[in-house]
């Protein structure tokens, strides 16, 4: 049964340890500006949402005055090359107009590799989409470094779903709270807990939040959280049965087409990757065909496979950087 997403519901937590499979280094940023008057210049990962956007946005429409300001930050260095992703609970200013009211106070900040859609009128969130992905996952881990002002807490939360028939269920849920600081980067490995076993996972979903996210909610201040929490993500991974290494990685390497095939995959390289070639899978996660490509134009034959769906995977040095799905 196809469950609503309520961004609220998913605080849960457990610590493993495991090899991960799958990346997300937050080497690609975005930068922008919302307001006319004391413009707030922003910046977001490419394929992440901050909840900042949001308040920034509708705080500057509404109370172009107001002090707001931005909670996503590029910190540098990374823990592996140039950029990690920092998270930051930050004071903002009232935003009141007709029936949407936030007070002046210290909000935490939400990130995520999805669409967050904020309900500031009745209060609540949801989000939809995330990163595909071609097999199950056992475990995802990342390194973190973590910074708590009286006594507040940071969260992470991975979600598996499957949105195969268009709505989305949880089918796994693997997340932490950190209640410590954190100085130097530290690996946390965090295994999926499966609430639904006769499901297979189509997206991954992350949250990152620098506090409670209920503290949105609560204008008496039972969930209160304080300026200065902040909490630094990098090198994102999951871990595959199978092994395989996985990129998050919002850039296009490829065009890749028909979406229906006949007999013939087109494959058009757009990055120059050492030794690549597509593999295409099964829905289960069983290889059953792999393909050397060129810089450029590729064709790729596909009649001795039987009908059916497949996933592809763009591949270099054991390194998946594009991933899809096509009917044949």
Known sequence: MKKSLL????????????????????????????????????????????SDSFIVGYGKLLNPLGAFQAQVFQDNPGQAGTGALRVATKFQAAIN??????????????????QITLDVINGGFSQSGGTSIFATPVATSMYVKNTTVMGDSTFITALLIDNSDGGDSI????????????????????P?????NNMTGTLVRYT?????????????????????????VDNIDLDFPSGIRQLINAKQVAKVYPT???DVLYVDLIDNLKEARVDIYCLNGQLVSSNPVKVKNNTIDISKLPSGSYIYGIKSQDVIYQTGKFVK
Request: hydrophobic share 45%.
């Open 171 to 190: 089918i796994a849920v693997a997340d932490t709270t950190l209640s410590a600081n954190i100085n130097a980067y530290t690996k946390l490995t965090l």
């Open 260 to 262: 229906i095939v006949s």
């Open 192 to 196: 999926f807990t499966y609430l639904i």
């Open 97 to 114: 107009a007709g029936t949407v009211s936030l007070p002046a106070k210290d909000y935490p900040c939400i990130c995520t590799n999805s």
């Open 208 to 232: 990152i939040s620098s506090g409670n996210p209920l503290a949105f909610l609560d204008s008496t201040n039972t969930f209160s959280v304080h300026s200065g929490t902040e909490i630094i």
């Open 7 to 50: 961004l609220v519901a998913v605080l849960l937590g457990f610590v493993f340890n495991s090899n991960a499979q799958v990346v997300e280094d937050f080497e690609s940023w975005n930068p922008y500006s919302i307001g006319l008057i004391g413009a707030v210049q922003m910046t977001e990962p490419t394929g992440w949402t901050g």
